[in-house]
């Protein structure tokens, strides 16, 4: 649920958001000509792509490009709300902002495949931007398009000065440049994460029935049980070659409540996680 939000515009556009979230919340999002930066003042995002997946926690942000998007809020602690900041890029207020005089990474795709977010190591300078929008939002009337200009060049500028600069500059070099996933790649990229069969339908922009039916067409299976045959494999391969805690190993493989990693387990090799990997140890 959002409980609070405070948006400041250019252009029509809302391009500067402060949002107040009580977990859990998920949100779908299709941003066509559009990217975004999130920074998470407090709590925990979940930003999960068309081709992977990420954790962003207080302190932390990523960068997305033009794609196919689920922001999750998860549950950290009791009655903490998750707080962010996000920041929208648009192809016309960018022109706008910079007069005709667009950076060249700006102009044009590098017509390379990049992907369609990264995290954003967190510095001193990107924590004193985001105090300064941060006095902006307690005192909006001071807030004019000028100052909005300045705040989103500021942003680009130490985005391309961060660390893991090289990733951050190929996807600001293909904001708008969409790229087009087939049904296989995003099962594939998504196939060992806690993720539904509705939040993968979203991200290929199918519905439902129609995901099921493609799905069929490509595996000669349904879905739920293909995806979940494959976990548990992963989960016994993992059994048996790791050493990591039974707990582990079924978050790893995308299983969120242990009990029932251990009850689906049980059904598919007739032995429990901890049995299953005795029985291996001594073979």
């Known amino acids: 649920m ?33 990217a975004c930066f999130i920074y998470v003042l407090e709590g925990q995002h979940i930003e999960i792509s068309e081709d992977s997946h990420l954790s962003v926690t207080k302190g932390e942000s990523v ?38 005089k667009l950076p060249d990474f700006l102009k044009q795709s590098n017509k390379v495949v990049v992907p369609n977010m990264t995290k954003v190591k967190a510095n001193g300078l990107l924590e004193k931007y985001f105090d300064s929008l941060l006095f902006y939002f307690e005192n909006q009337e001071l807030v004019d398009d000028e100052i909005l200009k300045l705040k989103i060049k500021e942003l680009i500028l130490l985005l391309v000065k961060t660390q893991n600069d090289q990733t ?68 016994a391969e993992l059994l048996t070659y790791s050493s990591e805690p039974i707990s582990a190993i ?26 299953y990997r005795l029985e291996q140890i001594g073979n």
């Open 250 to 275: 079924a978050y790893d493989c995308g299983f969120n409540n242990p009990a029932h990693f251990s009850r689906s387990f049980y059904s598919k090799y007739n032995a429990s996680p901890s049995k």
């Open 168 to 235: 951050v500059f190929s996807i600001l070099s293909n904001l708008f440049t969409p790229r087009i996933y087939n049904l296989k790649e995003i099962i594939n990229a998504h196939i060992y994460t806690a993720i539904s069969i509705d939040q993968l339908a979203n991200l290929t922009f199918l519905s439902r029935s129609s995901f099921i039916r493609e799905f069929k067409k490509e595996y000669n299976q349904n879905p739920a049980h293909y995806i979940k045959n494959k976990k548990l494999e992963r989960a």
């Open 63 to 100: 960068l997305k490009k033009c794609g196919n998007y689920l922001s999750r809020v998860n549950v950290t602690k009791k009655d903490v709300l998750n707080n962010i900041i996000t920041i929208h890029f648009y192809p016309e207020t960018l022109k706008a902002i910079y007069a005709d």
């Open 2 to 34: 959002i409980i609070e939000s405070k948006t400041f515009t250019f252009l029509g556009k809302a391009v500067f958001n402060k949002i107040i979230i009580r977990p859990p919340f998920e949100l779908p999002g299709k941003m066509i000509q559009e």
